[in-house]
């Protein structure tokens, strides 16, 4: 199994930016699908981007040409990039991997995200 860790959350001004980084260990990373979720406070838990270990990517329509996937399998990590920030952005940020052939999902303990002026 894999175990994941996230960093890079904090407090930031609208049309600011952040980085996200998730730090994957325990297991063979280029085996598993990354996912960035988000979950504001209250509501459901939703998809932000998703990237392949080939490096294929999505995102959902209210991140798209603003945030963006990436991963390093040589270092373990994923990351998120996330410019152009909104208020409505504001939420805890979890990190998700699915091995390819299981499909068993792995969650890292989130970082939180705050938008405001």
């Known amino acids: 199994q894999v175990q994941l860790v996230e960093s890079g959350g904090g407090l930031v001004q609208p049309g600011g930016s952040l980085r996200l980084s998730c730090a994957a260990s325990?297991?063979?990373?280029?085996?598993?699908?990354m996912y960035w979720y988000r979950q504001p406070p209250g509501k459901q838990r939703d998809l932000v981007a998703s990237i392949s270990s080939g490096g294929s990517t999505n995102y959902a329509d209210s991140v798209k040409g603003r945030f963006t996937i990436s991963r390093d399998n040589a270092k373990n990590m994923v990351y998120l990039q996330m410019n152009s920030l909104k208020p409505e952005d504001t939420a805890v940020y979890l990190c998700?991997?699915?091995?390819?052939?299981?499909?068993?999902?792995?969650w890292g303990q989130g970082t939180q995200v705050t938008v405001s002026p």
């Open positions: 325990g297991s063979v990373f280029s085996l598993y699908t």
């Open positions: 998700n991997g699915r091995h390819v052939i299981t499909k068993r999902d792995y």
